[in-house]
């Protein structure tokens, strides 16, 4: 039942900023954890940042951390990916997703819900 819609993708050159959003549907986002996942074409989906139900933890791929700063406003049920200081080999597909669970975690598999993700492109 829940649904996940990413938004805020976009061609960007590097060293440039996006923000992207995920906007959820449902009564109990504030209990989930939410996160960020990238594709890049032929790897597989990474982790890139996650955000405890609360907001009061987050944790961040070594990639990315630094650069980006997950949020999310549960008034809104949306959650936020800020990215600066963006990298060409941030290029990927952007996922946001959901796990029941109040805990932050970066594995992959314990999130339940998936966007369909929007498109990144950092040129040089």
């Known amino acids: 039942q829940v649904q996940l819609v990413e938004s805020g993708g976009g061609l960007v050159q590097a060293g440039g900023s996006l923000r992207l959003s995920c906007a959820a549907s449902?009564?109990?986002?504030?209990?989930?954890?939410m996160g960020w996942f990238r594709q890049a074409p032929g790897k597989e989906r990474a982790f890139v940042a996650a955000?405890?139900?609360?907001?009061?933890?987050?944790v961040y791929a070594d990639s990315v951390r630094g650069r980006f700063t997950i949020s999310r406003d549960n008034g809104k049920n949306t959650v936020y990916l800020q990215m600066n200081s963006l990298k060409p080999e941030d290029t990927a597909v952007y996922y946001c997703a959901a796990d029941v669970s109040p805990w932050a975690t970066m594995e992959r598999s314990k999130y339940d819900y998936w966007g369909q993700g929007t498109q990144v492109t950092v040129s040089s």
């Open positions: 955000i405890s139900a609360s907001g009061g933890f987050t």
């Open positions: 449902g009564r109990t986002f504030s209990t989930y954890t």
